[in-house]
């Protein structure tokens, strides 16, 4: 009896042992944030959510490291604090901009802030601000501007694809987030419409008086056809 309370004894301080080892593993408690800006030095504008660009991370250290990706805000910010500390080489990636090589390598521990600065496809300007017309369709003028890849990355400016009008009931609003029943599909496009004032109209009226966050976004034939921006305009309607 005596024997097995002894064995009984040492299973329970064993366990209790592997529990203490347990609870000391490191958890994910540092912070990596920042901002995605363009060539100019102002934040770009992106969708939000997982189908827009992310930061991809690589954990240094092993000799064929498993990425994992930070999806990025539609102002252009990142922030995750949940990221072990350790030392990484993070790059941005499937944005509407050129590929770059300027790879970051930064040890991480604690609070670390991690700006990258890109060169976007496309410039995209409102002529004008979009406006409610007397039908209650939605209507913009803008245009876009091609930009020259970086002289140091050997890459050509790719053509210009098409082009659409987003409107919805959010801040959010973009090609992952927009009211397609007045919404027309893209509008076809080629490098010569460059530097032009273009219009583009809703489909229909907007089914209720309302406030509406409209942005143009334009692409390029790249593989990842991402959009590149207007900033976010509100439009006002009241229907009669």
Known sequence: MKKNIYILSIIISLMSLHSCETDN???PDATVSGKILDHEGNQMELEQGSTSMVI???EEGFATPTPFDLNVMQN???INNKIFAAKYKMIPVFGPFYNTSDTMK???KGSVTVNFKVTPYLKVEWITPPYATADGKIEAKFKF???QPPAESNQTMPNILDYQLFIGLTQYV???NFD???VNPVVSA???MEGKTLTITAKTAMRFSHDYYVRIGVRVNDANKKYNYTDIKVVSVKLP
């Open 25 to 27: 593993y490191s958890t």
């Open 56 to 58: 991809r991370m690589l």
């Open 76 to 78: 252009g910010t990142y």
């Open 106 to 108: 930064v040890d991480i």
């Open 145 to 147: 501007t091609r930009i």
């Open 174 to 176: 973009g090609n992952n």
């Open 180 to 182: 397609n029943l007045v």
């Open 190 to 192: 080629t490098n010569s």
